[in-house]
């Protein structure tokens, strides 16, 4: 891969210094450090760079690999540098500090070791979606915050009633349109306020849930996890988004790993203690698959069955996790197999290759 990437280099012109060099950047909000070194291991350089600088300063070399530190300050960075024709590889910063601890931290240590991964072909990958899932994950996390936000001001409008020796009437949904013409009516300024705020917030959910209807309506990854009780329009586009491309995924454990849906474990002396899940990996896809697990169970199949038998014995918590590993697993063999759910009605939860 690497012999393909240098002559890429070559062919694009991009430096006349005759050195091949490994990059690595340990990249801060304007500005980053960086770390060349050559094919022996030998630093070239390391300079500070305001981040603006730093494809223009990588144009001087004959760069093989960039290397970058997951944050929330990579993502412009490295569409630039990928932009600019670099292959850059972002690296997962817990597993990066198991590989390279050192007592002394710097951004010029730090980007040294990054860059000592790269040339050791070490670095611990972590997933850049492509532009269409990153935008994608960027919708349905939008409505997500959005309607997460709403149900903390309707909270507030009945703590305000409590506080105000207020009950509400138990004919209607305080938060329909009814309910609405009600709250409006007890001349509260701070419930108002809420009122006028909460109807910002639904005009915006209303038009973000058009749009992600519309594109349900014509994505086959979509329509396909639709077929799982459980699934709607909404979660089968989060599953998607958080998924990106199923294939990156060896195994059905593997995803349940990403999504921290695996039993945290301990061995020592040959003995092996299992504890909660991890909770590590994609929040987002780990509560996607609690919520659908949440209505499957309400569905008679292999595996809701299963969440009954499995509650009986260790309670509700502990079967509503097993089963949402089991929906995972479902969306993992739909995807890879490209059938419906429907084509394995007996199916309870174990992968097997397509």
């Not at 996390?141 to 959005?146: D, G, N």
């Amino acid at each position: 891969m690497r012999a393909n990437v240098m002559r890429r280099v070559k062919c694009l012109g991009r430096s006349s210094h005759p050195m091949s060099t490994y990059i690595g950047l340990d990249v801060h909000k304007d500005w980053s450090f960086a770390t060349v070194l050559d094919q022996t291991g030998r630093v070239v350089v390391q300079k500070r760079l305001e981040n603006e600088h730093v494809p223009s300063f990588l144009e001087n070399f004959n760069v093989l690999e960039i290397g970058l530190e997951a944050s929330t300050h990579v993502a412009p960075l490295y569409r630039a540098l990928v932009g600019k024709g670099f292959a850059v590889e972002v690296c997962h910063p817990k597993k990066t500090r198991y590989i390279a601890e050192a007592r002394i931290k710097s951004d010029r240590v730090d980007s040294k070791a990054i860059a000592e991964l790269v040339r050791l072909d070490a670095l611990p990958k972590s997933y850049m979606p492509p532009p269409e899932i990153a935008g994608l994950r960027e919708r349905v996390r939008r409505r997500a915050f959005l309607v997460r936000e709403r149900a903390k001001l309707m909270t507030k409008i009945r703590g305000l009633l409590a506080y105000e020796g207020v009950r509400p009437p138990e004919d209607f949904n305080l938060f329909t349109r009814k309910g609405f013409d009600w709250l409006r009516s007890l001349g509260l300024e701070p419930v108002d306020c809420y009122l006028r705020v909460m109807e910002v917030f639904n005009g915006e959910i209303r038009r973000l849930s058009f749009e992600l209807r519309h594109m349900a309506c014509g994505d086959e990854d979509v329509k396909l996890l639709m077929t799982i009780p459980g699934l709607g329009y909404y979660l089968a586009l989060l599953v998607k988004a958080e998924i990106g491309d199923v294939n990156r995924f060896k195994s059905g454990d593997h995803l349940c790993s990403y999504a921290g849906l695996v039993p945290s474990t301990r061995s020592s002396g040959g003995v092996t203690k299992r504890g909660g899940i991890t909770r590590e990996g994609s929040r987002w896809l780990r509560w996607a698959m609690v919520e659908a697990t949440i209505t499957h169970v309400k569905c008679d199949t292999a595996i809701s069955r299963s969440y009954h038998r499995i509650a009986e014995r260790r309670g509700r918590k502990a079967a509503l996790v097993a089963i949402a590993r089991r929906l995972l697993l479902s969306c993992y063999r739909v995807l890879k197999s490209r059938r419906p759910y429907e084509a394995f009605p007996s199916w309870s939860g174990v992968y097997e290759s397509p």
